[in-house]
């Protein structure tokens, strides 16, 4: 018997909103439920957890969108709890506050941080060690990391690690025009490459800005 062709996407391939609400809803079948877990999703799916949160926002957004049931996990990875504080962070430009838990941004209520980490305090302090260390997925940064003629050595998304010291660095305003969720909540902010990744433009702390989505997508109509 002939084996048929498989398509199999090539990495870094944008990946569109109806593409992973399609997938969430076929694995939803697969399983049988009215729900999805991110660990389930993560043995199912098509996708990477990660990136259906940061389309949709949070996980539980994406559920809804699928006409889903929100799922309830227990045993949830402190680096899934981590990218949900970073997610409020950036959300609101400024350190989370327990109250913010209930706020429609967050994937998690306090339950899961109280169980990991005993108290809220003791979550952000751990979050922001682990945001400060070491990433070792982090190729060494100097100029040549940015030279726009070379191969690619970086995937298109930032590491959590990443992200925060992006965001820390530019004080969580836009570097464009200064907007900052902090003074305006209705301001969204977004981590750009300098020089696009689809150029060579590289994953890495000098190549990455923080921009609030109207500088963001009007660099995008250039």
Not at 109 to 130: C, E, H, I, M
Not at 171 to 200: E, M, R
Request: proline fraction near 4%.
């Amino acid at each position: 018997m002939i084996k048929e062709f498989e398509f199999i996407r090539p990495l870094n391939t944008l990946v569109s909103e109806e593409e992973i609400i399609s997938d969430l809803k076929s694995v939803a079948k697969q399983l049988g439920k009215e729900t999805v877990t991110q660990s389930a999703y993560g043995k199912l799916g098509k996708y990477d957890c990660t990136t259906v949160s940061r389309k949709f926002g949070t996980w539980n957004k994406a559920l809804k969108i699928a006409n889903l049931s929100f799922s309830n996990e227990v045993n949830i990875s402190d680096e899934r709890l981590y990218e949900n504080i970073l997610n409020i962070w950036q959300h609101f430009g400024r350190q989370p506050r327990r109250r913010d838990l209930t706020s429609e941004i967050s994937e998690f209520s306090q339950g899961p941080y109280n169980r990991s980490f005993k108290t809220w305090t003791n979550a952000l302090q751990s979050f922001v060690d682990y945001a400060n260390g070491e990433d070792l997925k982090m190729p060494n940064t100097n100029e040549n990391n940015i030279d726009n003629k070379r191969s690619k050595t970086t995937g298109r998304d930032p590491s959590l690690r990443l992200r925060y010291r992006v965001l820390q660095r530019d004080y969580f305003t836009c570097k464009q025009c200064g907007a900052s969720p902090s003074k305006n909540p209705n301001v969204v902010l977004h981590i750009d490459h300098i020089i696009p990744w689809s150029k060579n433009g590289e994953t890495v702390l000098e190549n990455l800005q923080t921009l609030c989505s109207n500088c963001n997508l009007g660099k995008s109509n250039l």
